[in-house]
């Protein structure tokens, strides 16, 4: 017999049914510190037992924004959730910490536990990249507020660095070697304007296979998960290498390098140093976006930028080669000239 919660339209037996579904993927994203299981209040974690002696915390929070509505229409849902993560702990990973839990909140018109197992998996994927527990999260059901077939998704993290590791960009000087950091494409940022100029104005679908992209559908390269920096960024940080980190996100180059740079000096990034993912090529043109507008939204095939000592260079490279990181040196830190600086804190030659 449907209860009058079932005929305002939120099905209690099936959160129950995600609770249970969910619990193999949560196992497999525990790590020292982690107390205790899902199904709590709230969710524990033990910072005394991992030996800091002036641990300080640092936590971010991000969602994967209207990069949904393409998991929606390629109908793949199993990767979104790493996105969430790599959003959240890419960021703390910035500043030196090391990621130690996440919790995720879905918000959906319709409890679907199939699907939502699946958006689970993903962030217990990124979980297990970052070597964060997942400790918690919330669903939502809120039909009125979402339609049937949507939901949202977002996530909050919680990192822990010693007071004197923590990278703030304080340390940047002039001659200072700049790392970019290769992406796996475009990321989680910038979505509104990629499906206007793919979708929109380039009239392709999420099954279209330009020559562009080598083969691949639309669909199958956007929703390619960002990366995640923890693992290639933590010998770096153990050694002491990194003078200052930015996480190129919403904004592109020119609103993120400038976040990490003192007053007075500019990152000097050389365009063409690296490679770019075609499908930057293939948004500007179906988009008729100019190329200035591109660095000022997108990554461009650099996840993160890095700023080190040009002595310790070599050896940075050497350390995110070991770890799998592709990565080039595409500039350096000069002091700033008004009359050169694109904007601000950089400089694109």
């Known amino acids: 017999m449907p209860s009058a919660y079932d005929s305002a339209g939120v099905n209690i037996e099936a959160g129950y049914e995600v609770v249970k579904r969910i619990g193999s993927h949560v196992a497999r994203t ?32 991000d969602g994967v924004g209207t990069k949904l509505l393409v998991a929606k229409a390629a109908g793949k849902h199993d990767t ?112 509104s304007l990629v499906r206007k100029a793919l979708f929109e104005d380039g009239g392709l679908t999420v099954e279209s296979t330009p020559s562009e992209l080598g ?13 995640i920096y923890v693992s290639a960024l933590k010998p770096l940080i153990a050694e002491g290498l990194i003078h200052g980190v930015s996480h190129i996100t919403g904004g592109g180059f020119i609103e993120n390098i400038p976040r990490m740079m003192p007053e007075g000096l500019t990152a000097s990034v050389r365009l063409g140093s690296w490679d770019e993912s075609a499908i930057f090529g293939l948004i500007e043109r179906c988009g008729s976006i100019p190329r200035a507008e591109m660095y000022n939204v997108f990554n461009m095939g650099l996840g993160m930028v890095l700023s080190v000592a040009s002595s310790q260079a070599d050896r940075a490279l050497k350390l995110l080669s070991d770890a799998g990181q592709k990565a080039w040196a595409v500039g350096t830190v000069v002091d700033s000239d008004a009359a050169k600086d694109t904007a601000k804190g950089v400089r694109l030659a």
Do not use: W
Not at 32 to 50: Q, R, W
């Open 30 to 61: 525990a790590r020292p510190g982690v107390m205790g299981g899902i199904g709590g209040f709230g969710g524990l974690f033990d910072l005394a037992s991992l030996g800091y002696k002036e641990p300080v915390l640092i936590s971010g929070t």
């Open 80 to 191: 979104i959730g790493i996105d969430c993560v790599a959003m959240c702990v890419n960021d703390i990973v910035a500043q030196g910490a090391e990621p130690l839990f996440f919790l995720d909140y879905i918000a959906c018109g319709k409890n679907d536990p199939a699907l939502l197992e699946q958006v689970v998996a993903g962030v217990a994927d990124g979980c297990v990249q970052a070597g964060a527990g997942l400790i918690g999260g919330e669903t939502a059901e809120m039909p009125g507020m979402y339609d049937t077939d949507e939901y949202d998704l977002a996530g909050f993290t919680v990192g822990v660095v010693e007071k004197s590791r923590i990278i703030d960009g304080s340390s940047i000087g002039a001659g200072d070697v700049l790392i970019g950091l290769a992406s796996t494409g475009v990321h989680s940022n910038g979505f």
């Open 215 to 227: 083969g691949k559908s639309v669909g199958d390269v956007l929703l390619t998960p960002t990366a």
